[in-house]
């Protein structure tokens, strides 16, 4: 199946600092990305989805000045964390797809400790 | 998307085959259904989807009933490797997101 790779698999940063987390299609283009967030014992929650060439579109209740999402080719998009506190500490999971009615591809996720 | 019902949890015996509910009573005429597992510490994997028509691949079987209310994931011969929690999901043709529920979580016995 397709590929999709995060990176960095693991970051660990200061409190107030910002981080930024790549997400890449290797072996297809995606004018579409998907960034969830998940929490320890809980299930994956969507935060945003990334468009090729346009603004990301935020779910509800998710700050869009705080995550800062660049989609800026067909397989890359970039999830920055602005301004990270310790309450950012999270499991941070990208996914893209070919199109509707087909699979979405996940990445290995992105381990963010907030210190 | 229709929302889906999953049991919490449950178990299974190594060699045996494991058969995970979803119940998804609003599904509409478009929307498909999805599986994906999470092993943990690692992003989900799909294992396989479907629309009205029961399916099969490598990893599993999917079984869809008429009304298309419920449906059922197939693991024919469990191992220790698939203790991981497994996402039913219903998704429609407006988009590529998928919204996760609570999954089960299925842990295979020796």
């Known amino acids: 199946g397709a590929v999709v790779s995060q990176h960095p698999s693991w970051v660990i940063c200061k409190s107030g600092t910002s981080v930024k987390i790549e997400c890449r299609s290797l072996?297809?283009?995606?004018?579409?990305m998907f960034w969830y967030r998940q929490f320890p014992k809980q299930s994956l929650m969507l935060m945003a989805t990334?468009?090729?060439?346009?603004?990301?579109?935020?779910e509800q209740g998710v700050e869009k000045d705080k995550f800062l999402i660049n989609h800026a080719s067909l397989t890359l998009s970039t999830l920055t964390v602005t301004s990270a506190h310790p309450e950012d500490s999270s499991f941070y999971i990208c996914?893209?797809?070919?199109?509707?009615?087909?699979?979405?591809?996940f990445g290995q996720g992105t381990r963010l400790t907030v210190v | 998307d229709a929302k889906t019902t999953q049991p919490p949890s449950m178990d299974c015996a190594e060699g045996r085959a494991a058969n995970l509910p979803c119940n998804h009573s609003?599904?509409?005429?478009?929307?498909?259904v999805y599986w994906y597992r999470q092993i943990h510490s690692q992003g989900p994997q799909y294992i396989i989807h479907?629309?009205?028509n029961n399916e099969t691949n490598e990893m599993a079987s999917l079984i869809i009933t008429e009304d298309r209310k419920s449906s059922t994931l197939i693991l024919p011969h469990a191992t220790l490797r698939d203790t991981a929690v497994y996402y039913c999901?219903?998704?429609?043709?407006?988009?590529?997101?998928?919204?996760f529920g609570t999954g089960t979580s299925l842990t295979v016995i020796p």
């Open positions: 996914s893209a797809g070919q199109g509707a009615h087909t699979e979405a591809f």
């Open positions: 072996d297809f283009q995606a004018t579409t």
């Open positions: 990334s468009n090729e060439g346009s603004k990301a579109t935020y």
């Open positions: 609003t599904i509409s005429g478009n929307e498909y």
């Open positions: 479907g629309l009205k």
């Open positions: 999901i219903v998704r429609g043709n407006t988009g590529n997101q998928f919204y």
